[in-house]
T-cell receptor, first 113, second 109 residues
Framework: DGGITQSPKYLFRKEGQNVTLSCEQN?????MYWYRQDPGQGLRLIYYSQIVNDFQKGDIAEGYSVSREKKESFPLTVTSAQKNPTAFYLC????????????FGEGSRLTVL | QKEVEQDPGPLSVPEGAIVSLNCTYSNSAFQYFMWYRQYSRKGPELLMY????GNKEDGRFTAQVDKSSKYISLFIRDSQPSDSATYLC?????????FGAGTRLTVKP
């Protein structure tokens, strides 16, 4: 079955540690996205990538980094520079020419202790 | 002012009720309008997708877009307990997509 796989589903880390969230898709989508979801707020875009080896900052990129070495994979690193990293992180993908329909993964819940 | 405004609720209705969910927006460049359903601790799933103004119906769900008023709605007929979830509106101008905060809906048996 085609879809987007995020791992891990739950992650606990100590303050000051970098963590990497995995996102893999087998939908043959060109574009991939990382969003952050906090209670009472809409999804906020962290980074997006429309093609391999290229990515763009979203609205809240500070303290995060990404790579896009393969079409299927778009890992997100939450660095120690991110001041408030505890959140629900969602990866999404679509075709570059799509009008906006996004397919989401199941999310990764990061808690920083 | 937020680019997309959505009442967070919570909204609680009895089974069988008609539910109305709404969003307003400020960016007239938005052309694509979507509703996503998100169950607790899960990723959002696309429910309805509309291009420009008009109505779209899919089973018990109807999406309406009024671009002149910058207002979109989602109606759920004969609501079921399985409809209990958070509903997110979203709108985009190609790659600039914005989401509402989501409305939490509970349908009581």
């Amino acid at each position: 079955d085609g879809g987007i796989t995020q791992s891990p589903k739950y992650l606990f880390r100590k303050e000051g540690q970098n963590v990497t969230l995995s996102c893999e898709q087998n939908l043959n989508h060109d574009a991939m996205y990382w969003y952050r979801q906090d209670p009472g707020q809409g999804l906020r875009l962290i980074y997006y990538s429309q093609i391999v080896n290229d990515f763009q900052k979203g609205d809240i990129a500070e303290g995060y980094s990404v790579s896009r070495e393969k079409k299927e994979s778009f890992p997100l690193t939450v660095t120690s520079a991110q001041k408030n990293p505890t959140a629900f992180y969602l990866c999404a993908s679509n075709f570059r020419t799509s009008g906006g329909e996004l397919f989401f993964g199941e999310g990764s819940r990061l808690t920083v202790l | 002012q937020k680019e997309v405004e959505q009442d967070p609720g919570p909204l609680s209705v009895p089974e069988g009720a008609i539910v109305s969910l709404n969003c307003t927006y400020s960016n007239s460049a938005f052309q694509y309008f979507m509703w996503y359903r998100q169950y607790s601790r899960k990723g959002p799933e696309l429910l309805m997708y509309t291009y420009s103004s008009g109505n779209k119906e899919d089973g018990r769900f109807t999406a309406q877009v009024d671009k002149s008023s910058k207002y979109i709605s989602l109606f759920i007929r004969d609501s079921q307990p399985s409809d209990s979830a958070t509903y997110l509106c979203a709108m985009s101008a190609l790659h600039d997509m914005r989401f509402g905060a989501g409305t939490r809906l509970t349908v009581k048996p």
